[in-house]
């Protein structure tokens, strides 16, 4: 609605989420290295060192989400089921900003 976001500023999002996105993931960053915790036998630990160790992690996010995809698509195979990844969009005269110029469609 603000025509912050379009093919001639910014294709994605406004430079404006970005920068509060960042930030938002280095305040997170810093308070789980600063987070201690200590378990039932007084073994200590930060929330860093847990977060590299399960689905927070990106590489082993993933590793789960590949494991799970193959367990879908043999379950689909199973049962006959095929899959369908549909992207439906509107023509380009109902956009709300012109492509080339940039500018608020009057349409």
Excluded: W
């Excluded at 093919?7 to 989420?17: E, F, G, P, Q």
């Excluded at 200590?44 to 590793?63: D, G, H, I, S």
């Amino acid at each position: 609605m603000l025509g912050l976001v379009h093919h001639c500023k910014a294709t994605y999002n406004s430079d404006l989420i970005l920068m509060k996105r960042r930030a938002q993931l280095r305040a997170q960053e810093e308070m789980i290295g600063n987070t201690t915790v200590i378990n039932q036998v007084g073994q200590r630990y930060t929330l860093k060192e847990l977060c590299e160790k399960n689905v927070f992690n990106p590489e082993l996010r993933k590793a789960e989400l590949m494991v799970r995809m193959c367990g879908f698509e043999e379950l689909s195979e199973h049962f006959y089921h095929v899959g369908v990844f549909l992207t439906m969009t509107c023509t380009s005269r109902y956009h709300a900003v012109l492509n080339l110029s940039g500018v608020y469609n009057p349409k």
